[in-house]
């Protein structure tokens, strides 16, 4: 054949093979970790809300385990055909997995659960963390050993929150204390829309709680170096900046912005970065073990040599966990520093790894540690965040190009919050109602300066043996904090700063993940089939949309909410508000925004509220409320309800035209007792919110 000839061919060839494109290789074809985490959480998910018995997951991954051992002794014609049978099983086995984590992680599954038998009448506790003051008490977590019933002491597992009195010395760390008192469960306030705080605590595996006004204090101590050594070098850190720093405001957040430390940061300045968008700068995440990891390769710089190497990996990843677990071991702390150590492992074995599987990776380790941390703010957050940098940063970095070194500089920082804000956006409107709508120009100057705050926290940590030069550093630093407050107060005080009263279901925040994954699949990766998918998740996330305010428009409710020591009742109808109570609930906002705003925004109501008279009709009934000043005793009318505020005696009142009571959460144990008994003789049922949780009646 000639060479003209072989050319036609070639040509033909070639002809026939350029039309064709080769389908790319799917995400989860190249990055394994997400093969074992999607059915791994999956697993999880599962067991927490189907509550699967242990022998239905043994028998699960019995079955899963039997495949591949059968599939091995088929033929070989036949094995290719059961190839995919074989997937299966190892996503069975990684589901069964995932759901026997949650299972072995459920404090409530142990035989030894301190919930499985009677309240008791005393316990003996091991404190288990250094005592944390409030505002009217001392807050201990403790591990109760024993419990007494009847008479007998029996050992039982389990984790409590002890209320010291706040005149009292609580007891330190590690100190056995026998307490006089029943164990109470932990309960939700009931109120609608509020957060599940018994939900969040056992997921902590803490189930019960105590108000101690006594204790006997046991001799000996339990001893646990590592948390000791922690709790010491905590306080230690704690006590030098409060002695280079001055006033309590600053001294709480440069504790927040270097060790994570949050009890004496003041509740109005987080609710002010949190509206703005910067509440990230004051949980430890990814960006304080960026910092700290890039001062540790610099101060183990001259370990480079390849002899050394293995050293400075020690030392690095060292500092890298110390200041994990001295910062609180949180999920979000934890994922970066497993990310950074993979990306220090691998700088030493000189192998570069792909930065979404090493996320993914980390995700499926810190899930095997604690499968609760799947609904953990923080942990969702702070993997969204760092998929979106890796995700979008560059796409959108790439929109503008500048030769100015300082504009380019301020658009790598606009680019890289507008990347993490990306995916954190649907999770942030479900959770928390609300859209910082200046997050851009707040973290312009916040994350830089945050920065150069921790390297400053570090140098006065590290010079105090030198109190001359850490009293510089410390005054820089006050100067610093001032400075970053100064700026996120200007920002919060812009009228339009914040979108607020944002209420979104799971479902509408699965369509918005839908959404933006379908509108970046279009136009990264230039695919215009995409938008038709954008285009329904949209249409479907409008249409919930628009039936939750139609739904909203239709409920009728009365709540009298659980606001402990305050009474709040309120007639919730067609998106407006009625109040009637105490002033503080609506004024001081604290209050309002954890017993009252959650159902505003559930409602789609705004927060002004019409005043209620003491007796009117709701839903055909006749409603009435005493022990307020305005009170003018009861109407001379058969009752329906009775909300009973502050204290009221029992025996003032006459019960015999009265059909229920409420007992609101202004009365004390001992006022709400005897109206209990006094309802109980008179057959009339009875609901105390202070024990039972807010009373919600529906039209």
């Known amino acids: 054949m000639n060479t003209r000839a072989m050319n036609f061919f070639i040509a033909l060839i070639f002809l026939y093979l350029k039309p064709m494109r080769v389908p790319p290789m799917p995400a989860w074809k190249h990055r394994p970790a997400l093969r074992l985490l ?20 043994l028998s699960v991954a019995g079955l899963c385990l039997l495949i591949p051992l059968l599939y091995r002794f088929l033929p070989l014609r036949h094995q290719f055909r059961a190839g995919p049978w074989a997937g299966l099983a190892l996503n069975g086995l990684l589901l069964a997995a995932g759901a026997a984590a949650c299972r072995q992680a459920d404090i409530r599954q142990d035989p030894r659960w301190l919930g499985h038998t009677g309240a008791g009448d005393a316990f003996i506790a091991e404190l288990v963390s250094e005592p944390a003051e409030k505002a009217a008490s001392w807050k201990v977590t403790a591990e109760i050993r024993m419990r ?28 056995r204390v026998q307490v006089a008192l029943p164990l109470q469960v932990i309960r939700n306030s009931g109120n609608p829309g509020a957060f599940d705080y018994q939900r969040w605590c056992l997921f ?28 010491a070098g905590r306080k230690a850190v704690t006590g030098i900046l409060r002695q280079h720093l001055p006033g309590k405001e600053i001294q709480g957040l440069a504790e927040a912005l270097l060790i994570g430390y ?46 050394w190497r293995i050293l400075r990996l020690v030392l690095v990843l ?6 994990s677990l001295l910062a609180g071991g949180g999920p979000s702390v934890l994922r970066s520093a497993v990310m950074f150590s993979l990306l220090a492992i691998g700088g030493l074995i000189g192998r570069k790894g792909d930065s979404i599987n090493s996320l993914l990776l980390a995700a499926l380790l810190l899930l095997l540690i604690n499968p609760f941390w799947l609904w953990d703010i923080g942990f969702q957050l702070s993997f969204t965040a760092v998929g979106g940098i890796v995700l979008f940063y560059r796409p959108i970095y790439q929109l503008y190009t500048t030769h100015n070194k300082a504009l380019d500089f301020v658009w790598k920082g606009a680019a890289v919050s507008l990347a993490a804000q990306v995916l954190t956006t649907p999770l942030s409107l479900y959770h928390f109602h609300q859209f910082p709508l200046l997050f851009l120009a707040a973290n312009l100057l916040a994350v830089p300066l945050s920065g150069l705050l921790v390297y400053a926290l570090i140098a006065v940590c590290a010079l105090s043996f030198w109190p001359a030069v850490a ?70 996330f409008l249409t919930l949309r628009a039936y939750s305010f139609y739904e909203a428009g239709q409920r009728t409710r009365l709540i009298v909410y659980q606001v402990p020591h305050y009474a709040a009742l309120e007639v919730q109808e067609a998106r407006r508000c009625w109040y009637r109570g105490d002033a503080a609930p ?54 329906d309800l009775l909300v009973v505020s502050h204290q009221v005696r029992a025996d003032a009142v006459a019960l015999r035209d009265i059909r229920a009571v409420v007992l609101d959460a202004s009365l004390t144990r001992r006022s709400a007792q005897q109206w209990k008994e006094a309802c109980a003789e008179a057959g009339i049922p009875c609901h105390d919110v202070g024990q039972e949780g807010a009373f919600v009646l529906y039209r």
């Open 148 to 175: 007494r019933q009847e008479g007998q002491w029996t050992p039982v597992k389990g984790t409590a929150l002890l209320y010291f009195r706040k005149g009292t010395t609580p007891p330190p760390f590690g100190s």
């Open 471 to 540: 009293g510089l550093a410390g005054s820089a630093s006050a100067l610093g904090i001032r400075l970053l407050n100064a700026w996120i107060d200007r920002i919060d005080r812009v009228p339009f700063g914040v979108w607020d009263g944002l209420s979104l279901s799971v479902l509408q925040t699965v369509l918005l993940y839908g959404l933006l994954a379908a509108v970046a699949w279009a136009l990264l990766r230039r695919r215009p089939q995409a938008w038709r998918y954008a285009l329904g998740c949209g249409l479907c």
């Open 38 to 57: 999607l059915p791994f959480a999956a697993g999880i998910l599962l067991q927490w809300y189907a509550a699967l018995p242990l022998p239905a997951l």
């Open 262 to 307: 949050k009890d004496d940061l003041d509740p109005e300045l987080t609710a002010a970065y949190a509206r703005t968008g910067v509440v990230h700068i004051i949980a430890i995440s990814g960006m304080h073990l960026a910092l700290v990891y890039l001062l540790l390769l610099g101060l183990t710089k001259p370990l480079g040599a390849p002899r």
């Open 204 to 231: 902590q595996g803490i189930t019960h709680q105590a108000f101690v006004s006594d204790y006997a204090l046991l001799p000996g101590r339990d001893h646990h170096p590592l948390q000791a050594a922690l709790i």
């Open 318 to 323: 060292g500092g890298l966990w110390g200041f």
């Open 586 to 639: 609506q004024q001081d906002a604290r209050l309002y925004g954890l017993h009252l705003k959650p159902a505003h925004t559930e409602a789609r109501s705004g927060t002004g509220a019409r005043p209620l008279p003491a007796a009117f009709r709701f839903a055909g009934k006749t409603v009435a409320q005493i022990g307020l000043p305005d009170s003018n005793g009861l109407p001379d009318i058969p009752i």
